[in-house]
């Protein structure tokens, strides 16, 4: 069966340092990988998504992410974080197959500090 | 840019009362998804159309929620009866197709309250 884990509840940065959000999945197959940000009282967005090919992903606002396939990993990176990046971050896996579904890990809550 | 609409925004009942919740997928989406996220927590999928066809209701509770989407397009989720423990926000979602690497994209969602 396919999982996703955010080992952080909590990730603190301050301002203009760079930022770390961790994921590790398990799945059958290959992988196919989102980030998502939802602020408060607001659905998902979007970020970014592997599926194949270079494991270095780049998306939306200045994040990106690396594919690390033989550690499971794929970590959300940001080179200068910015105070309202401060939101909440979900890691979401989808194993190969059109019967599968997507799995949400629990969420990173991101607090940038000026 | 095209957004997902649902409505309403925020709900709030009493126990045992039926709720339902609508949902406008972005125009020419074919799947479209109803997840529930409990404080906290990530969503997890309700229910999985493919064009008017139900996918995937492996995780609704059957007894009391049920899903329609009769044109293909809109869709609504109902509760009935709602309780105490229904509270979360739901959330719509849609995609192109419902292939393993297509984005879901996401409404504001609907926060509902059981009292």
């Known amino acids: 069966a396919q999982s996703v884990a955010q080992p952080e509840d909590q990730v603190n940065v301050a301002e203009g340092n760079p930022l770390t959000v961790k994921c590790t999945y398990s799945v059958s197959g290959n992988p196919y990988l989102f980030w998502y940000v939802q602020y408060p009282n607001r659905g998902l967005q979007f970020l970014l998504k592997?599926?194949?090919?270079?494991?270095l992903v780049k998306g939306s606002y200045g994040f990106e992410a690396e594919f690390n396939k033989s550690q499971t990993s794929f970590h959300l990176k940001k080179p200068s974080a910015l105070v309202s990046d401060s939101a909440l971050y979900f890691c979401a896996v989808r194993d190969m197959g059109r019967a599968s579904k997507i799995i949400f890990g629990s969420g990173t809550r991101l607090s940038i500090r000026p | 840019e095209a957004e997902v609409a649902q409505s309403p925004r925020y709900k709030i009942t009493e126990k045992s009362q039926a709720v339902a919740f609508w949902c406008d997928p972005i125009?020419?989406?074919?799947?479209l998804y109803w997840y529930r996220q409990i404080l906290g927590q990530g969503p997890e999928l309700l229910v999985q159309?493919?064009?008017?066809?139900?996918?995937?209701d492996s995780q609704l509770p059957k007894d009391r929620f049920s899903a329609e989407r009769l044109k293909g397009v809109d869709s609504t989720l109902k509760i009935q009866p709602a309780e105490l423990g229904d509270s979360a926000m739901y959330l719509c979602?849609?995609?192109?197709?419902?292939?393993?690497?297509?984005?879901?994209?996401f409404g504001p969602g609907t926060r509902l309250t059981v009292l």
């Open positions: 125009s020419g989406h074919a799947t």
């Open positions: 592997y599926i194949t090919g270079d494991n």
């Open positions: 159309f493919q064009d008017e066809s139900v996918v995937d």
């Open positions: 979602a849609s995609s192109i197709l419902a292939g393993e690497g297509d984005t879901q994209y």
